[in-house]
């Protein structure tokens, strides 16, 4: 992806999400994201890869990401799923992800680099109390050994 990436951007496309594309475009926070595909025909919809954060069973994995902007952002949270199947607490088979800025604690004043850089942090310290996945949440809590060996599983055999 070009850093001097020209955009012909529909005219009913929210001046803020064009300004967040842009954003990821220059990789405003390269310690997490590895690269950005932006669709073109749709500036509210686009995939993220995100660098597996250092010290965690997840260092070294490569997580692919969509990311829906909804018309009325940000007044509604950016919905993010993920595709690289991932071992944790928090995030399901199917890739959604349980973190309460997506949900009840959404502000207008976050921002997309906002909710990436949580995600990262999420990563790294999963939320055992909020789990999506309570067998995995249990494990992380009690069996941190098999946890971490499973997550590390996961990155090798998904996150390349």
Avoid at 55 to 60: C, F, H, K, L, V
Avoid at 70 to 77: L, V
């Amino acid at each position: 992806m070009s850093m001097n990436k020209t955009f012909n951007v529909p005219k009913s496309t929210n001046s803020r999400i064009l300004s967040e594309i842009k954003s990821l475009i220059n990789h405003d926070i390269p310690e997490i994201i590895k690269d950005v595909e932006i669709n073109d025909d749709n500036y509210g919809e686009h995939i993220v890869y995100l660098k597996g954060p250092k010290d965690t069973p997840y260092e070294g994995g490569v997580f692919k990401l969509s990311i829906t902007m909804p018309h009325d952002y940000p007044h509604r949270p950016p919905i993010l799923k993920f595709y690289t199947p991932v071992y944790h607490p928090n995030i399901s088979s199917c890739g959604s992800i349980c973190i309460d800025i997506l949900k009840d604690q959404w502000s207008t004043a976050l921002r997309l680099s906002s909710v990436l850089l949580s995600l990262c942090i999420l990563l790294a310290n999963p939320n055992p109390n909020d789990p999506l996945v309570p067998d995995i949440a249990y494990e992380y809590t009690k069996k941190r050994e098999q946890y971490n060996i499973k997550a590390s599983e996961y990155v090798k055999k998904y996150a390349n």
